[in-house]
């Protein structure tokens, strides 16, 4: 166990942790104020101008003030775009570990708990998911998604389904996170405790084996939250992703991949530049978590 | 005689072992084999074995924790191992228990007053919020912890301080019986003179009645009243303390009793021959002591002793023992 | 010359960036050539780090700050790791609590035993094989020749203790240091186990270093007995005169704690409350917050080892003559 005191000491002791959080949260700032702090709406089609399309960034020559980094084809600030396109990535990051969360947690809990057939049958199902690639199924089901409705429809539900896909086919990973951990603390004298007072098995479950299986999750969560976004990018990147009016970073990554030959490196660049930063951020924080809540790391100074 | 405040008749624990899906033969370990035992209102009944006796197996299955394979078990007369939740929740209030390690049976993410406060909560839903509050300080008291305690994690107390607690948590639902499974064997020496002497000191003033399950014969001695000796999953004697104590009947008893490390010294002057445990899963059809037995004859392979009383009032499986 | 002494050793962990706890703080210790010392304390007291002080194997990022170790004159704390090898395993051997520690669960019985051997001995296989089954059949293994092809998980807790000792026995070591040795087992076979390495260290007149939490068995099996409390030893002597008249309180509040030696039903003496972490020391005596004869020299000054106790205001002190 770790006070909140001690983690707090430690995070501050930390150059990596203090630098990737510090990372983490200017980007989510940037996401999140967004619509305050961006210089235009890249959504607003009324803001948008095709003569300022491709602009190199301000300080180039024939750059424009009003667009920092530049602006894409369509003329849309690039700063602008990577703001908004961070907060949809983020989104669908975070939106994603929350399924994943949900639907792992609970079958893990539930199969850890149980144990018998009931445990092998979704330890088996939870191979067979694993067996699969994440990108394979998403690829398979957005191709259907984006054939079998018009292009309104999937911009409008396209978000959402990201979130599904990613987030159902990447339950195993929690699931067998907090088995293992379920496993490991059902035996132990406070949960017979427990049963001796004839608290039935779901409070046991939720109310005292859940909560000594969640430091373990929240160590997976972060890193699984890099590499929903990472998915999401992968998708984009290939068009399976999030439309080009609503960009992700990894379709604005996309979208401004043509140009590069062109000469408009910075379309793709700077997306590319913060796709990194952020994914940096995230796993190293989740590295350093898995370190801070490993007794067997642990100094002596806590 | 009272009616005994807990009775077992001819409980039996089997677990099947884990074996390959499509094996033939379905081997099983008895972790109890007939055990009748019947424990008086007031006394400190011990249960004193080897690791594999099955003494712990007794205490899990008496407090509901291990469903008996065969055999029954009675509560104040009533019928407890088949009982449904219901009609069982007013009797989980009367029976408690204390386990060996105080390092895992407190929840490390509940603090002390939730962790007291449960029992109350489940067992007696009607109590109102402030009597909850009021008993668990009570508790806290009684058990020599201070009410500040409350609000702090199990993480920040030492393990006499945690075995306390645990002592606390088993006495919140104000219970006529408690099972008390090895309670200081995990304890530092010194500590453990402190949490035998609160628990003498609850019995008088709670009038509770003690199934102390440990390995330690020194502590049965100074703390039991009656006292069973156990031996793969039998009952091997059954006497009171002074008797067994001042005339081991059993030979396994005696083995027992000689082999505790004695402050005069000299018992260990004598080379002893390895005993060894036989296969619980495939056990000899004789007494189970028979292999390590001095005495062991013919009629000790082949046929198993009976618990039979003796003149001095203790009850002994061996064929021998008089 | 002794065979083994150590003086004034202290040990020390990093506590922060800065600062250091000290887990030992300034222990003595002698032992004759066949002696047998029992080291008596409770969890944290520090007798673990004194074996593993002697062996140089206190773990990163603990140290051994201050003192000498000196084994046949010689201190062990200027040995290089090689010349240490030399000697662990060889000159002194160990007994563990887990036996699992120091065998390996995935080789032979035989395997392990010979390669013990070989590593400290030029010897054929056939003479390691031969001395081997010898030495299988001192600590009294039944059917010694086939143990060898045994792995460790093939046989009981006991049986697993017994071979350990046989392998501490290999190389005729001159002191055995015993952790815990009987700690995990059960009560009959601890007296197995416990007569066992008695009778061996008599029969082989090798010095033994037994360190353990039960106040019996040392009484069964040491000659002379040392008290830790907290990092330093509060009490030493002849284990008899100790046992039998206890000049440090907390000696005898450990002593009077036993169920043995009072009568049924009595109330126990209780020492009260627990020893203090190395890292929470009271000034002092580390011992008066608990004892009921501290006065105010006990809270501020730390009584010397004098007399073969650390106490202000012993008991049992013997009338001068």
Known sequence: ?302 | ?322 | MPLLEIRDLHVAFPKGKKTEVEALRGVNLTLEKGERLGVVGESGAGKSMLAFAILNLIADPGRVSQGSITFHGENLLDLSERDIRSIRGNRISMIFQDPMVTLNPVLSIGTQMIETLKAHRRISDKEARKLCIEKLREVAIPSAESRLEAYPHELSGGLRQRVVIAIALLTDPELIIADEPTTALDVTIQAEIMALILKLCREKDVALLLITHDLGVVAEVTQRLMIMYAGLCVETGQTRGIIDAPQHPYTYGLLKALPQKVGRGARLYQIPGSMPPITALPSGCAYHPRCDRATDVCRSQIPPLENGRACFHPLNVPEAT
């Open chain 2, 1 to 322: 005689m009272t009616t005994p405040i807990v009775e077992t008749k001819g409980i039996e624990v089997r677990f099947p072992l884990p074996t390959h899906f499509l094996s033939r033969d379905k081997p099983v370990l008895h972790a109890l084999n007939t055990v009748d035992i019947a424990i008086q209102p007031g006394e400190t009944f011990c249960v004193v074995g080897e690791s594999g006796c099955g003494k712990t197996t007794l205490g899990r299955a008496i407090i509901g924790l291990q469903p008996p394979t065969a055999g029954e078990i009675y509560f104040n007369g009533q019928r407890i191992d088949q009982m449904d939740e219901a009609t069982r929740k007013p009797i989980r209030r009367d029976m408690q228990m204390v386990f060996q390690n105080p390092y895992a049976s407190l929840n490390p993410r509940r603090n002390v007053f939730e962790t007291l406060a449960e029992p109350i909560r489940h067992l007696m839903p009607e109590t109102p919020a402030s009597e909850v509050r009021e008993t668990v300080e009570n508790v806290l008291a009684v058990t020599g912890c201070d009410p500040s305690w409350q609000r702090k994690l199990p993480h920040e107390f030492s393990g006499g301080q945690r075995q306390r607690i645990a002592i606390a948590r088993a006495l919140v639902t104000n219970p006529a019986f408690i099972v008390a499974d090895e309670p200081i064997s995990a304890l530092d020496v010194s500590i453990q003179a402190q949490i035998l002497n609160l628990m003498t000191d609850l019995q008088s003033k709670w009038g509770l009645t003690y199934l102390f399950i440990t390995h330690d014969l020194s502590v049965v001695e100074h703390f039991g009243t009656r006292v069973a000796v156990m031996y793969l999953g039998r009952v091997m004697e059954l006497a009171k303390t002074e008797t067994l104590f001042d005339a081991p009947k059993h030979p396994y008893t005696q083995l027992l009793l000689d082999a505790i490390p004695k402050l005069e010294g000299g018992s260990f002057d004598t080379p002893r021959e390895p005993g060894e445990l036989p296969d619980p899963v495939n056990m000899p059809p004789g007494c189970p002591f028979a292999p390590r037995c001095a005495m062991a004859e013919a009629r000790c392979r082949a046929e198993r002793p009976e618990l039979r009383p003796l003149s001095n009032g203790a009850r002994v499986a061996c064929h021998f023992a008089e």
């Open chain 1, 1 to 302: 166990m770790i006070s909140l005191k001690g983690f707090i000491k430690r995070f501050l002791s930390d150059p990596v942790a203090i630098g990737a959080g510090v990372v983490l949260l200017i980007l989510v700032l940037m996401a999140v104020l967004a619509p305050f702090l961006a210089p235009q709406n890249p959504y607003d089609l009324m803001q948008l101008d095709i003569m300022n399309s491709e602009m190199p960034p301000s300080w180039k020559p024939g750059g424009d003030d009003r667009f920092l980094l530049g602006t894409d084809a369509q003329g849309r600030g690039v700063l602008s775009t990577i703001m908004y396109g961070t907060g949809i990535s983020l989104i669908i990051g975070i939106g994603a570990v929350i399924v994943q969360g949900i639907l792992g947690v609970t079958l893990g809990l539930i199969a850890g708990y149980r144990g018998g057939w009931v445990d092998a049958f979704l330890m088996r199902l939870a191979d067979i998911q694993m067996s699969l690639s994440t990108l394979m199924i998403a690829i398979i089901v957005l191709a259907i998604f984006s054939a079998t409705f018009d292009a309104n429809t999937y911009a409008d539900y396209a978000i959402f389904m990201l979130i599904l896909i990613i987030g159902v086919a990447e339950w195993p990973k929690f699931a067998r996170t907090v088995r293992s951990s379920v496993l490991g603390e059902r035996n132990k004298e406070y949960v017979d405790a427990a049963r001796v007072i004839g608290l039935p098995p779901r409070k046991i479950m939720w109310k005292h084996i859940l909560p000594n299986t969640l430091t373990p999750v929240l160590v997976i969560s972060t890193i699984q939250v890099a590499e929903a976004i990472m998915t999401e990018a992968a998708l984009s990147f290939l068009g399976l992703g999030m439309p080009v009016d609503r960009p992700s970073l990894g379709s604005l990554i996309r979208s401004g991949f043509e140009f590069i030959f062109s000469g408009s490196w910075w379309i793709t660049f700077y997306p590319a530049l913060v796709l990194v930063a952020l994914i940096l951020a995230l796993n190293l924080l989740g590295d350093w978590l898995r370190d801070v809540f490993n007794p067997k790391l642990r100094r002596g100074d806590d």
